[in-house]
């Protein structure tokens, strides 16, 4: 890569270029998500936080949190919010967007190894981000770990949605919409190049909820939003 070339990720997923990649877009980053998702972002957020149901007193970690925009929903009820993402771009405006909430904390962390002690929080969540882990199988052991028993996890994430109609209109806008208004609206359009490719080859609702009971949840249920093309995944860790 050479100096001005924009940083982009492959379905390798090293760590240090998916961060890096997120680095470049933090600032602009929710804004060209509102804007590509047609808005529907902020839809999928406050139905997470509505699954989250955070409580005062709780403590929540928000993994992959990017600037905050989810954790600061999280925030208002009154819980104790860790906001956790290994982009330090992303923390660093997170920090700087939302300094002065007494009840929300920015922290560098890496999704399979997190710097934090076992049975920490009452609730783990994590929004867009376990499609960008190296290996989201670990990060789903890690999420157990710091999860109290009984404590639950919720995971927002793009899937494939399950009408082939619709799916095929879907993929028609990422493949040929959405580059082009990548280009008009982001610093750094290959970034969503990865996007796509990253939600084809991810797996669908089923799968991914059947990896989620093989790193040890139980309980697991998911919500199809906007049609499949995000689903909400909730579980709960075993009190024994």
């Known amino acids: 890569m050479t100096e001005h070339e924009p940083n982009r990720a492959d379905l390798h997923k090293d760590p240090s ?14 804004r060209t998500n509102t804007v590509l998702s047609l808005g529907n972002d902020r839809l999928w957020r406050v139905a997470t936080t509505r699954a989250v149901a955070p409580r005062p007193g709780q403590r929540i970690l928000d993994l992959a949190a990017g600037t905050g925009a989810s954790s600061v929903s999280l925030a208002r009820s009154g819980a104790d919010v860790v906001a956790a993402d290994f982009s330090p771009g992303m923390i660093a405006e997170g920090r ?20 934090f002690g076992d049975a ?13 882990v190296n290996d989201p199988d670990k990060a789903l052991r890690e999420l157990l770990r710091v999860t109290k028993p009984g404590g639950r ?42 996007l ?37 995944h909730r579980a709960t860790k075993p009190n024994a």
């Not at 920490?120 to 960008?132: A, C, K, P, Q, Y």
Request: charged residues 25%; contains cysteine.
């Open 17 to 30: 270029r998916v961060s890096g990649m997120f680095d470049e877009v933090a600032e602009g980053y929710d």
């Open 153 to 194: 996890l919720v995971v927002c994430e793009f899937s494939h949605p399950p009408s082939r109609a619709f799916g095929g209109l879907y993929r028609f806008y990422n493949d040929r919409v959405l580059p082009v208004v990548a280009k008009a609206v982001s610093s750094n359009a290959e970034a969503y190049d990865y």
């Open 120 to 132: 920490e929080f009452d609730t783990v969540t994590m929004s867009f981000g376990l499609r960008n």
């Open 96 to 115: 700087r967007r939302h300094r002065g909430i007494p009840n929300l904390s920015f922290t560098e962390a890496d999704a399979t190894s997190l710097p």
């Open 196 to 232: 796509n490719e990253s939600i084809r080859d991810w797996p669908d609702q089923r799968t991914l909820s059947a990896r989620i009971r093989a790193a040890g949840w139980t309980d697991v249920a998911y919500r199809n939003l906007s049609f499949g093309i995000v689903a909400v």
